[in-house]
């Protein structure tokens, strides 16, 4: 383990893996995404997503089958449906760490970018749960470290059949993980990169813009053949609901249904907090190397990355701090490399008097001391916080009086079900509860038997003729046990 590869591959599987499976699934995406993942299990239809018997098309589901093949696997548990999530991560923090050996930086430094994006508070926290963006992420990270690659080898006129390759293999992660969006995040960045090229060299080379698109259409050969199964099955709705509603709608706002819709400035409050604990190097690096950027096409490249993908975002209707996931591994490369400068400034300081002095005689030991405590601080989390917040957020005590009534003869029917109520008790109950939707319908289902029992999600106590047998809250979101 005195080798970088091996230590960075053994801290980010410690920091991913790790009490994995010791917490219960927390939050709508969880609970919606694993529910989904079970259904594909049990139907054995790994074309059509259903969430609660209907079709769900946000997503495209490359996520969903890695989740039921786990499933299938491992069994119906939340460390296998969070298995895709962690591996994803583990795979982008070595491939940052090879690609940035390959450009041909010091191992230091891209050893430090690996660890920076490994300890990134909001990429460990996504890694370590259900769901696609750390998928996205993979995909983006890879189609982008790969076509820069390209671009170094055909400025030095050799061939990038392989980076080529792997730049196609990102595209269709990125696209069979989130759709356009996994289209549009590397497209941005691969935009503004030629652009800046062709203006720096005031040049336009054709093949330069030809070569990626050509590329990007055989990277989206996996995402056609799925739509093309789909509509097998559900006709141009489906493909309208996931090309369009779900994509274009998003972005625009025009699918209101969405939700998660902020003004243009929520990323820029986001800040602060996007890259914890590393973001003020970030911020600092960025100035740094401003000037810089014209000969240095590496900084260049990962300025781009950030800033165009950032612009993208801001753009967009619909907002989330999970969307920024993709931004980490540039914004890791450009931590990594200011911290080399500052660490280097030290190093020249170290041979005076005063403090400066002393801090860079010692910059190494305080260097692997930060590291440490941030490493210990995400286990204490993983071990101790995560279990302890279930308590508030987990769905278990709602699904064990779910089994618990069914146990005793109880017919228990959801009404109204949320997505997060709806996945969780297919996950846990690995089964179809009645559905029912409408007042009418609910009426009738009570009054059919006494032994009928109704979940139903309220602000407030319901109204007779319902009597309230039991209330459970998850995420401060009360649930109704009611009969007649």
Known sequence: MSRPAPLLLLLAALLFFFALGNH?????????????????????DWVTPRLFGQPFLEKPPLSLWLDASAIRVFGGTPWAVRLASAFAG??????????????????????????????????????RGVGEDALLSLGVTLALLAFFHTQRRQAERQPAT?????????????????????????GVVIFAWLLADSLIEKRFALGHWFKPALLTLLGLVPLLIWLYFLYQRGGLQALGE????????????????????????????????????????????????RKSLVKNRYLLFFSLWLVAQFTLLCLASSKRTVYLMS?????????????????????????????????????????????????CSYLVAAQWAAPRADRKLSFVPLISEIQTLQAAGKQVALYQANERAAGASVFYTQSLLKDVQTEAQLNEFLGTSPNNVAVMALEEDPKPPLKVLKKVTVSRQAYYFVGH
Not at 166 to 177: E, P
């Open 90 to 127: 583990l795979f982008s923090v070595m491939l940052l760490y090879a690609m940035l050996r390959r450009f041909g930086r010091p191992k230091v430094v891209a050893w430090v970018a690996g660890a920076m994006l490994a300890t990134m508070a909001s990429y460990w926290g996504n890694v």
């Open 242 to 289: 996931v090309l369009w509603t779900n994509s274009v709608g998003r972005f625009d706002g025009s699918f209101v249904e969405a939700g998660h819709y902020e003004p243009f400035y929520y990323y820029l409050t986001k800040l602060p907090q996007a890259f914890l604990p590393w973001n003020i190097l970030v911020y600092l690096g960025l100035w740094h190397f």
């Open 162 to 186: 392989l980076g080529w390759l792997l730049f196609a293999l990102g595209i269709a992660i990125a696209t069979l993980s989130k759709g356009v969006l996994g289209l549009a995040m590397p």
């Open 24 to 44: 219960q699934l927390q939050g709508s995406t969880e609970a919606r995404v694993a529910g989904i993942a079970m259904q594909m299990h049990l139907d054995d």
């Open 327 to 375: 931004l980490t591994p540039a914004a890791a490369v450009l931590a990594a490399e200011y911290a080399a400068v500052l660490y280097e400034r030290l190093r020249q300081r170290a041979a005076g008097d005063g403090f400066w002095s002393v801090v860079g005689r010692r910059r190494r030991g305080l260097a692997l001391g930060v590291l440490t405590l941030v490493v």
